[in-house]
């Protein structure tokens, strides 16, 4: 397992915008980000172990000190208006490939990051209100390799990167800083050809179980989902969708 390294995960960012902490073992990334006092544009918190971790709809984030990536960027930069999510997972997708010389990294909409239809990764965007600033928390979340007893879920073993993990952070966060300094930039185009269930059926979410299908037809600028279902066209704006043969 590759140690965090602060100064390869900090290579050619601007330091006068990006304060990083690193820590052995941490509850939750995004619960430290909604405590702390912000000095920069943008604080990174990475923790080698999470003892709380948790994805959207709360659900838990298996997080051991096994090589993974458990990282939160918090800030309190306008970034109203823009589909977070989407974007992050856009953005890791994309670091990934480039790290590894690849292009087999997928998407799975709202947050997810697949790799052989398994989820290797996530996104969990949040806000809080502190001393009258929005802050926006996103916490990220790869498996670069994960426990045989796990192996429902994917990772990034295949790939042969554990040893460029202080590589891959410094391209999210290197990549995230510029995209949110130009957040009207082109994504949807990236993002539907990223996407592994445009035109697929799915199932959504309504709270309870996997009930309604639908076919996913795109995305809008705000990043709603636009389905089509028996009653028509609809669009989701929060909760999951389940396709058939993923993870």
């Given amino acids: 397992m590759k140690e965090l390294n602060k100064d390869k995960i900090l290579h050619n960012l601007p330091s006068n915008r990006v304060n990083l902490k690193i820590y052995r073992e941490i509850d939750s990334t995004n619960d430290k980000a909604k405590k702390i006092k912000l000095h920069k544009d943008f604080h ?31 800030t309190e930069n306008d970034l109203s208006g823009a589909p977070i999510s989407l974007i992050t997972g856009l953005i890791c997708k994309k670091a990934i490939n480039k790290i590894s010389n690849n292009s087999i990294i997928m998407l799975k909409w709202p947050n997810d990051i697949l790799l052989n239809s398994k989820k290797i990764g996530g996104i969990l965007v949040e806000t809080e209100v502190c001393n009258k600033k929005i802050r926006t928390i996103i916490g990220i979340g790869i498996n670069i390799k994960i426990k045989k007893e796990e192996s429902w879920w994917g990772d990034l073993s295949r790939l042969r990167i554990e040893t460029k993990r202080n590589e891959l952070i410094n391209q999210i966060l290197s990549d995230f800083i510029e995209k949110s300094d130009k957040l009207d930039f082109n994504w949807m185009d990236e993002w539907r050809d990223s996407c592994m269930h445009i035109n697929k059926k799915i199932k959504i979410n309504n709270g309870n ?28 704006s929060s909760g999951e969708i389940s396709i058939k043969g993923v993870y």
Avoid: H, M
């Avoid at 179980?209 to 989701?236: M, S």
């Fill in 44 to 74: 990174v918190i990475i923790s080698e172990k999470q003892t709380k971790g948790r994805g959207r709809l709360g659900k838990k984030w298996s997080s051991p000190n096994s090589g993974n990536i458990y990282l939160t960027i918090c």
């Fill in 209 to 236: 179980a996997f009930e309604k299908e639908a076919i996913f037809l795109d995305v809008d600028k705000n990043g709603n989902a636009i389905v089509k279902t028996d009653q028509g066209i609809e669009l989701l």
